[in-house]
């Protein structure tokens, strides 16, 4: 039976089609660098120790690029095999990503003594395992040198660390220190001293002002917060618009192949029915 213009005619647009493939091909390999990435981390690190799951960034990378792997790959093989179910599992994940995201900025600014309340505790988890975790522990220096700060609300939160605790029973020789990363180095130093925060703990707040940061990192992180409103706007912004679209465009292709169905549908019952 020759085919006829009804045959040829397809509701599903190449451009969306394709357009939504190459979109999640580009976070597909995203996803699979994070992935790399964390799984090295981890190798590299030697540890078959979990206990600081929490604060790992090694694992948080790993958790974020198979996510990432799982919702590009339903949206790939969807889009390039006009599957809806996977297109559907797509944009349904990818929803409520994306209003989980909008819910938690929102009860994160309504909240915001909550808020504060579990970032200090992250924190103080963090200083607790600062030494057991090199990722992490690179990490905490790089925001303590940043924002020129020390510990969660103040320098004397490391004595929460087991090796900087100021215990008579500390055995360490970092007792009653804190990391040099706290330190006030002076861009003339051409040799940083990674001990000057040595035994610092046990000074005045007045007095270990002259050698350290003493302000904590987490009011400091508030009031960077508070001035970078419209840069913070911008990100998150930036974030929801590749989401949005995702979701726009699977959505539509989805409408599309639905429609194609029915035109198919149709075509066969006429066929098969030369007298309707």
Known sequence: ??????????????????????FN????????????IGVYSRIVKHETALAC??????????????????????????????????????????TIIFLLQLVAGVLGFVFSDKARGKVTEMVDSAIKNYRDDIDLQNLIDYGQKQFNCCGGISY?????????NCSKENPSRERCSVPFSCCLISKEEA?????????????????????INTNGCIDKVVNWVHSNLFLLGGIALGLAIP??????????????????????????QHRSDPWS
């Open 243 to 268: 989401q949005s679209v995702g979701i726009l465009l699977s959505q539509i292709l989805i409408n599309q192949i639905q429609d194609q169905i029915k035109l198919q549908n149709y075509n066969k």
């Open 156 to 164: 004397l939160d490391w004595s929460q660390n087991m090796y900087f």
């Open 1 to 22: 039976m020759p085919r006829t213009k009804s045959d040829e005619f397809t509701f599903v647009s190449p451009a969306v089609k394709y357009l939504l493939f190459f």
């Open 53 to 94: 799951l929490t604060v790992d960034p090694a694992l948080l990378l790993m958790i974020v690029g198979i996510l990432m792997f799982f919702i590009t790959f339903c949206g790939c093989v969807g889009s390039l095999r006009e599957n809806i179910c996977l297109l559907q599992t797509f944009c349904i994940v990818l």
């Open 191 to 211: 040799v940083i001293n990674t001990m000057c925060g040595h035994g610092v703990q046990q000074l005045e707040y007045l007095a270990a002002g002259a050698f």
């Open 25 to 36: 091909m580009i976070f597909w390999v995203i996803a699979l660098i994070l992935i790399s």
